[in-house]
T-cell receptor
């Protein structure tokens, strides 16, 4: 069975600094997608970034980038130049071929001014 | 293209009443997922449906909870005889077919049981 683990329930970062949120997953499949979602206080879930398992190149979206290590089944999110608006709950998610999604338990990020 | 719609946004029910939560997926999406989120907690998967079919209901409580996604109309999550412990935010998400499609989430329905 697929499981997604986020081992950091809470993280904090100084404004303008860089922070990395970790995510590991367990799977026997070779073809899948990984996602990071952000949930700000408004509770609306927002897609931050996605990664295709068959692509070795790490995905990047502006200040957000991932470190995807397929062999280690690791998918961490790096936020550079952190801003106050980045404060939110962050969820890592795995999508398998059968269209099922699996979410981690989330990491609450605090940005310190 | 409208996003995922959920209604109502807030629902108050007394213990023992029924709660009906509705979700209209994005246009063209045939996969619907329901999640529950308790305060200060993560998303708990409940059920995954396609049109007229329940694909995976492994996260649904065995009693009082049911879900459907009819051929026409929105997906419905139904909670019978609600109890205080059902108070939570319920999120619906939809996706297209294909690995590259992410889930698009609705704004959630906040259920309060008094």
């Amino acid at each position: 069975a697929q499981t997604v683990t986020q081992s950091q329930p809470e993280m904090s970062v100084q404004e303008a600094e860089t922070v990395t949120l970790s995510c590991t997953y367990d799977t026997s499949e070779s073809d899948y997608y990984l996602f990071w979602y952000k949930q700000p206080p408004s509770r609306q879930m927002i897609l931050v970034i996605r990664q295709e398992a068959y692509k070795q190149q790490n995905a990047t979206e502006n200040r957000f980038s991932v470190n995807f290590q397929k062999a280690a089944k690791s998918f961490s999110l790096k936020i550079s130049d952190s801003q106050l608006g980045d404060a939110a709950m962050y969820f890592c998610a795995y999508r398998r071929v059968g269209n099922q999604f699996y979410f981690g338990t989330g990491t609450s990020l605090t940005v310190i001014p | 293209n409208a996003g995922v719609m959920q209604n109502p946004r807030h629902l108050v029910r007394r213990r023992g009443q029924e709660a009906r939560l509705r979700c209209s997926p994005m246009k063209g999406h045939s996969h619907v997922y329901w999640y529950r989120q308790l305060p200060e907690e993560g998303l708990k998967f409940m059920v995954y449906l396609q049109k007229e079919n329940i694909i995976d209901e492994s996260g649904m409580p065995k009693e009082r909870f049911s879900a459907e996604f009819p051929k026409e109309g929105p997906s419905i999550l139904r909670i019978q005889q609600v109890v205080r412990g059902d108070s939570a935010a319920y999120f619906c998400a939809s996706s297209g077919t294909g690995l590259s499609y992410e889930q698009y989430f609705g704004p959630g329905t906040r259920l309060t049981v008094t």
